[in-house]
Structures are given as C-alpha cells and as structure tokens.
C-alpha cells in the first residue's frame, strides 16, 4: 500500500500528442476541505490514504499543488448531442491528471472533474457544484454494487469558491477514476477533423492497453468495434434490467470501454414507467428510459461511422447487426434472474412482461415490489397489498416457481441475491446532498457501505429501502451542475 505520490505513475495519453488534447493546469479552489475518500476503492487500487498528510491530499485535489509525475491534459473529443453533431466539445470543466499502474499492472486514469477551465470550456466556468458531486460519487459505487459497469469516485473535495448555477453555490471537485476516459466523441473528432492517421493511433492505443486480446491481424479494427458494441449492450442491457436511466445519452459521454460515463440527471425508476424522462431539459424523450436500447444503437451507429476510415462499411453495417440480439438476450438473462426462474419454459418471457406491464398500470414500485416479494413466503403473499389483478398474477407466478424450488426459502435466498433492498432513488441522493451541504460527511460512509452491497440488510435509515413518499416525488434534475 502506498501513499499517493508514491504511485506507479505513468502518461500513455499524454504521450500520444498534440492532437488528442492540450496540457493544461488546474485553476485552485478557495479554502478547500475534503468532503470523502472511498476507502474502499482506495484500498483497490493500493493508495494508503493515511499515509497523504489531509493537508496535501486537500491540495491536490483543489489543484493547489500537483505530485511530480503529473502531465495534466484536457481530453479532445466532440460528439453528437441530441442527435446533432457538435464540434467544440471537449474536457471543459476537467483534466486527466495522470494515469497508474497498480499491482497487477492494470491502467486506472486519475481525473479530476470541476478543476478549472480548458481551452474547451466554451463559455463555462469549469467548475462543479457540491450537489451534482455528491450524486456522482454516491452512484458510481452504487452501479459497482449492481454490478454495472461504470466509472468509479475515489475522493470528494468542497470549497468557498462560488459559482453561478441558477442560484449562486459552492464549487467542488470529484476525483474520478477509470481505466480510461475515451469516448465515441475521441474517435468522431478526429474523423470529421480528418486526423485519420491519429484515429489509427488512437484505435491502436486502446487495443494494446485496454483489448490486448485482440490480435495483430488486418481485422484487427473490425474486433475493436465488435468489442465495443458487446460492452456497450451489456451496459444497457444492465441499465434497463435495474431501471436505471442514464439521461443524457450523448456520444461524448459513451465510453469506450462500455462503461456508464458522465452522470448528470441520472435516475433509477420509482414506479415502473418505461417513458420515463428523468432529465428536464430532454423535451422530446429522447432519452427516456425506454429508448435507450435504440439509442445504444444510434450511438454505436456514429461510432461505426467515425471508424469507417478503418473498416469496410459492410463490416460496419454486419456488426452493428449484433446488437439488439446482445442486449435482449443479456437483458432477459437477467430478468429471468430477478424473477428467480431457474429452469427455462416457454411463456416465461410473458410471465415477466404481464408483471411489468401490472406495475406499469397500478403505478407500482419496480424494485421494491421485487424485493418484497423476495422478502416474504410465497404462501403469505395472499396477504400483501396489491391490487386484485396483480394478486391474479402473483398466483400464475407462485405456481411457476413452484416447480422449479420445492423450498421457498432457498426461492427467497436467490430473489434477495439479485434484487437490491437499497437503491441510490433521487429523493435519498438529495437527502444525503442536503447532509453533506451541511457539513454531515459520515452520512457517506453510511451510504458507501450500503450502495457497496445493496442486497444484504444493513444498520442504516430503514426508510433508505423505501420508494418515495408522495412529498418525496418529482425532483427536477437537469444538465445543470
Ligand atoms: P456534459 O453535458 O456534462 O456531458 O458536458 C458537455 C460539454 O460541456 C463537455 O465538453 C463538458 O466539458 C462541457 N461542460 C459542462 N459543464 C461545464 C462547465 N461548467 N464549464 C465548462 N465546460 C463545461
Ligand atoms: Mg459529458
């Protein structure tokens, strides 16, 4: 375990050149103070967290100070937003600080987000605020415990510099940490700039630290892109089996690595409503929780193009075709998994679509729902509170699970394994962001430890395994953070 400054630095992107991003420092916060530090991805990744003085950890993290080995870069990618192309985009309110190599000689990029502006700022401050932080850092580990893949959060910092938002607030950084911070937009940059010779080098790049399974032959383009759409559905395959609505489902923030990327208005659904748009600024639904799917598509589709100067576009057009297979089927492996059904019979599939579209219609809660029933006896659900039609179901259902657990105990044990008591809903990050706003930091180490396992019972608020009372519903979460 070592201290920070002690890491196993290195700058592979830094290094690729000029053309994939420009050096940059960060701008300090005013009178720092460190919000969190995830112990246990810290304790992942070999950082000694104790072995940093707070004061230079709070430094480094409100970009007072750097250690040695940094080559800080703004990323340069573009990307299509809400379907349009936008060529000025890039890292505008952070920077790769640096990159390391842990113990088993795996590469995690170190980014710092809210550090200031870049020459890709645009007309923005480049900074982050408190509440939009917390939120980031508070999902990351809760997607991890879901077991979706994602970028994770190891430290949070607050500040006194203020900053305008649609009331003035504090400015804050998240330390991000991934193993890489390429996007689709990286690759459509430098094809619509026509740098083909760089996007070679960066499909190269990626290859060798990130796919080193894929080999050095003339396809070797083609399996990156068969590799991308295959994370890619089994993220969104991931997302639509635990309700979770990404947002803002542009191609800067897909990542390469299939990762879900750039948390702004995220949300997992309360009642299960497929046309659920959690972000306020998405007028036309584009990226309503059912449309995500397609959307993955689409956004495989500009990626495909932007890697056209490196593969045939018939090849391009055949893998794209695996795709929606991909997430079905990985999306109903895991329903089947929610609902407990071991062996396999033919009208499963409308066992589990007729209890989705019941929930739909009474306005039930999707995942507490699932968890009741994974709580209690099969032969006690009679009792439960449902509408009568939904009892009807239940019943079709107790039968159907009859056969393939004689035991209900063990039917339970195995509902409960997959199906979260506790999920990071909208209403509870808003009250763990008013604690922290408050200055209740250990309310995090509280959360950190039930997101990291949201299956079993934990000594925490009970109303933290509760949907939204009716007071509690209807947030409004836009890009705005
Ligand atoms: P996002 O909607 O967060 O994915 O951001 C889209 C683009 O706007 C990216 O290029 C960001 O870096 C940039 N951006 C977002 N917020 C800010 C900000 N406060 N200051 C500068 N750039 C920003
Ligand atoms: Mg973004």
Excluded at 250 to 271: C, E, H, V
Excluded at 362 to 391: I, Q, V
Excluded at 408 to 421: G, H, L
Excluded at 422 to 429: D, G, Q, S, V
Aim: proline share 5%.
């Amino acid at each position: 375990m070592k201290a920070l400054d002690q890491l196993n630095y290195c700058h592979t992107y830094a290094d690729l050149g000029s053309a994939f991003g420009t050096h940059t420092l960060p701008s300090a916060l005013h009178e720092p103070y460190l919000i969190h530090v995830n112990p246990s991805l810290a304790n992942k990744l070999g950082i000694d967290i104790t072995r940093t003085k707070r004061q230079d950890l709070i430094a480094l993290l409100a970009g007072q100070r750097l250690v040695k080995q940094w080559q800080p870069i703004a990323m340069k990618y573009t990307g299509h937003q809400f379907g349009h192309y936008n060529p000025d985009l890039g890292d505008g309110r952070g920077l790769l600080l640096a990159e390391i190599l842990d113990a088993n000689n795996q590469k995690w990029d170190f980014h710092l987000k809210g550090s200031g502006q870049t020459p890709y700022s645009r007309q923005g401050d480049g900074r982050a605020v408190i509440r939009s932080s917390v939120r980031e850092y508070l999902i990351s580990a809760a997607m991890q415990g879901l077991d979706i893949p994602t970028t994770q959060a190891l430290a949070i910092l607050g500040s006194a510099t203020q900053i305008q938002r649609e009331e003035q607030e504090y400015a804050a950084t998240l330390l991000r940490v991934s193993p890489s911070h390429i996007r689709f937009g990286h690759f459509e940059y430098l094809f619509y700039s026509g740098q083909h010779q760089q996007l070679k080098t960066l499909a190269d790049y990626v290859i060798q630290w990130h796919m080193p399974f894929i080999d050095n032959s003339p396809h070797k383009y083609l399996q990156l892109f068969q590799e991308v759409i295959r994370l890619t559905a089994t993220m969104i395959a991931k997302w639509h089996a635990y309700g979770f609505c990404h947002g803002v489902m542009n191609t800067d923030n897909m990542s390469i690595l299939g990762l879900t990327f750039d948390y702004g208005p995220f949300a997992f659904l309360d009642a299960y409503q497929p046309k659920f748009i959690c972000n306020h600024s998405d007028y036309s639904g584009r990226y309503a929780f059912e449309q995500q799917p397609g959307i993955g598509q689409w956004n495989l589709s500009a990626l495909g193009y932007a890697l056209s100067t490196l593969i045939d576009k018939e090849q391009i057009e055949q893998a794209l075709q695996a795709y929606p297979h991909q997430v079905q089927s990985q999306y109903r492996a895991l329903m089947r998994q929610r609902f407990a059904l071991k062996s396999e019979q033919s009208d499963d599939r409308q066992l589990i679509n007729q209890c989705l579209s019941l929930m739909e219609t009474h306005g039930m809660d999707f995942h507490h729902t699932l968890r009741t029933l994974a709580e209690t006896n099969a032969d006690h659900w009679s009792t439960l509170r449902y509408p009568p039609s939904f009892k009807l179901w239940l019943n079709l259902y107790q039968q159907r699970l009859g056969q393939d657990y004689p035991d209900d105990q063990q039917r339970q044990q195995t509902m409960q394994s997959v199906n979260p008591k506790y999920l990071l809903r909208t209403h509870l990050a808003q009250q763990a962001i008013e604690q922290v706003e408050s200055g209740q930091f250990t309310v995090l180490d509280t959360w950190l430890k039930v997101l990291e396992n949201p299956f079993i019972e934990h000594d925490c608020d009970p109303s933290w395994a509760l949907p939204p009372l009716p007071n509690q519903k209807g947030i409004g979460l836009s890009c705005s953070s």
